[in-house]
């Protein structure tokens, strides 16, 4: 389909430019109507989403269409609270005066999302553009086709095209997006596509949010309860068929308990999926041929101890942990992305920050330990987007924490209120009272300059 991207984009900027999103009452009946919208095509969602990587419907209601919903309940619930101008405490050096932040859109957002989740990570930036008063042109995934329809076929039953809109396509259309002058870009993929969205945004200085990725460590403490960290590593490195932007790269495992753990991961492995996970309908497949042909040249010269195999016609790869990798070798040098854990072990508290300091600032870092000491010193010593103890990935389902990269693995951090704030310009308002006019710091300066000295010492 051919669009006229600068003729879409000028009856965005009117739409806008006529205030028709500065109506608050108008973004809640949005919002309420893409809400029943999406419960109500939750079985076509699904659908798409198995079509593209054979998703497993209940990680696609877990992780897409419930995730969505609840944020959407949430935002719903407090977006009136959040649109008033919040009042702040003054300044004494203001007096009499009372002071505001007025929350105020942006303008026109350009949204452009990955595949890996494909219906979340469109939909979650949306909600909080529109929340805050924005217009949108959402640019989903090529590589997730059948979601993306579904997703420009829900949005088309909401929003007018002047508010929201889908652009369907791949890299050139992406370029065609990115040539334009936008209020804010909200990009979630890979760091070499995050350069260039900033690239593009630099020369109309374009504020930006880029969710990237990294190489996630998960590191695992001599005192670790190894069955529980097991489970939880297995649920969450798997999981889309290990597709996670935070799921965790690769385990450094203190060496007194790798074999123990190796045992565990492996056991999990089979309580989830079988002894032939190919034929479990809870495991996904790799998005495309390029992806899997990626994976499966990072195993080839590995010492799989677990998985292993592979089924190009079927896209698949088994769920894989690889034993010790040099730190040369082509898996430890970038993100994996896909079902392959390599466990690698440690002997003392400098081989873990020689590791985690030879790789960019991460998404995510995860830590097994039941001693707070540790936990402590390895949250205090690493910069990375966020993560969590005695866990993975799971940091993701608490509304309340901001969700988003630093250095390398992004900037700027959203969900629920973070979405409506990352959105939003935040627009500084002293208003002074005229009833008094205090003196001191007019013309002439003429003896004043003790008492002001004073004052703000
Ligand atoms: P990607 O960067 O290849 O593509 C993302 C989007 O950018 C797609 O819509 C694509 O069409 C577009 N794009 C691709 N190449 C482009 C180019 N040269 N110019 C302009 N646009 C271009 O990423 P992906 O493969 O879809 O997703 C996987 C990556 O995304 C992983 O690195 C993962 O860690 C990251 N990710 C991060 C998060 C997060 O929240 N931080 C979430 C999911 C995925």
Redesign the pocket.
Known sequence: MEYDIPEILRSQKSFFNQGHTLDVGKRIEKLKLLKQVIEKRETAICDALYKDFKKPTFESVLTETSFILLELKSILKSLKTWTKPQKVTSSFLNFPSSDYIYSEPYGNCLI??????PFQ?AISPIIGAIAAGNTVIL?????SSNTSQVLSEILKEVFEPAWVQVIL???SI??KL?AQKWDYIF????????K??AKAAAPHLTPTTL????KNPCIIHSSAKIGLAAKRIVWGKYINAG????APDYILVDASIKTPLIEALKKEITAAYGTDPRSSSDYARIINDKNFQRLEDLIKNETCIAGGTTDVLDRYIAPTIIDEPTRESKIMED?I?GPLLPVISYTSETEIETIINSYEKP?ALYIFSEKKAFTEKILKKFSF?GGAINDVVVQVANKNLP???VGN??MGAYHHKYSFDIFSHKKSICRRATWLDVPLRYAPYKNKLPLIKKLLS
């Open positions: 452009i999302a990955p595949w890996n989740y990570l640019k989903p995934s090529e590589l396509g791949g890299v992406s370029e990115l990009f979630t993929g890979s760091v070499g596509v995050g260039i969205v969710e990237l990725g990294g597709q996670t932007c935070i993100e992305f998404l987007g969700f988003g990269g693995s992004g």
